[in-house]
Structures are given as structure tokens and as C-alpha cells.
């Protein structure tokens, strides 16, 4: 009888610990999604600051909805501009050469201005256990990316800024 219940145990504790972590993965990804969707509000409260204050704006209220499982020192948030849907650039926020983020992620790109397109990406690297399950992208280090993306276009406000 003990044999059996340790030929058993062990697959089941794995099983356990497998599904609790991608559960944790799911919650984390699924908060950064809620943070992020909850936090494209400030374009249109923040209107005429300038983007670094934006960008700010943004980071603080995406690390309110993802504590305290996140650290808000890991995360990283994107801007990027464009004048048309058709114009957007999907990258990923990884090198892929190198495995690290991508040199020019976690910063505003373009001009914020009436009828421009806002692409804003909210991500994270995470370190788990196993080598499979819910997320693809990996970094060399072998944590995962949980990307989160929010997309919006501005009808009547702009922000300001200087070198815009």
C-alpha cells in the first residue's frame, strides 16, 4: 500500500505544482491585461502633459492593478504612435539576436496628437519552473514574456511634449 501511494504521489505533486503555476501565469497575464485596459484612461485625463508624465501615469496604475505579484521595477510600458491602423508596427519586445529587451522598448515613440493611433504594451519577464505550458516567447535567461497590448485611437485630446 505505501509503495503504491509513492509511485503516485510524486506524478501527482508535479501535476499539483504544474497547474498551480500556470494558474499563477494566467492570473498574472490576465491582471496585466485588466491593468493596462484600466490604465488607457489617462490619455484622456492626462491630456496636455507631457509624455514622460503619460507614460509615468500609465506605469503607476498598471503596477496598482497587478501588485503583488509583479514588481513594478520589472515592468516596462511601451507607447508607440502612428497616424493610421494601417501604419502599426507589431514587434516583439525581445531581441531576438540577442535574447534581452529590445533596445528602444519601454519608451514613448511619435507625437500624440488629434486622430493618431496608440499602441500601448505593457510586459514583464517572468522565471518559472518548467520549460512548456501557457507562454511562447522566452529570453535568454530562460524567464517568459507576458505581454499585455492595449490599443486606442485619439478623437480629441492630444498630449504635449517637447520635440513633438
Known amino acids: 500500500m505505501a509503495v503504491e501511494f509513492a509511485l503516485v504521489l510524486f506524478p501527482l505533486c508535479i501535476l499539483i505544482f504544474f497547474v498551480l503555476e500556470n494558474a499563477l501565469v494566467f492570473w498574472v ?10 490604465s488607457m484612461r489617462q490619455f484622456y485625463v492626462q491630456s496636455g502633459t507631457s509624455a514622460t508624465s503619460l507614460l509615468d501615469a500609465v506605469r503607476s496604475e ?3 492593478q497587478v501588485n503583488p505579484f509583479v ?8 507607447i508607440g504612435v502612428y497616424d493610421s ?6 514587434t516583439s519586445p525581445i531581441d531576438p539576436a540577442s535574447g534581452t529587451w529590445r533596445a528602444d522598448f519601454g519608451i514613448q515613440h511619435g507625437c500624440l496628437t488629434k486622430g493618431s493611433v ?19 516567447t522566452q529570453f535568454q535567461d530562460g524567464s517568459w514574456l507576458i505581454n499585455a497590448t492595449s ?5 480629441g485630446n492630444t498630449t504635449g511634449g517637447s520635440g513633438c
Open 29 to 38: 497575464t490576465s491582471a496585466l491585461d485588466n491593468g493596462l485596459d484600466a
Open 62 to 64: 498598471v503596477c496598482r
Open 71 to 78: 514588481r513594478c521595477e520589472n515592468l516596462k510600458i511601451d
Open 85 to 90: 491602423f494601417t501604419r502599426i508596427e507589431r
Open 118 to 136: 496608440v499602441v500601448v504594451q505593457a510586459a514583464f519577464a517572468q522565471h518559472t519552473f518548467q520549460k512548456f505550458g501557457v507562454v511562447k
Open 151 to 155: 490599443v486606442l485611437q485619439l478623437e
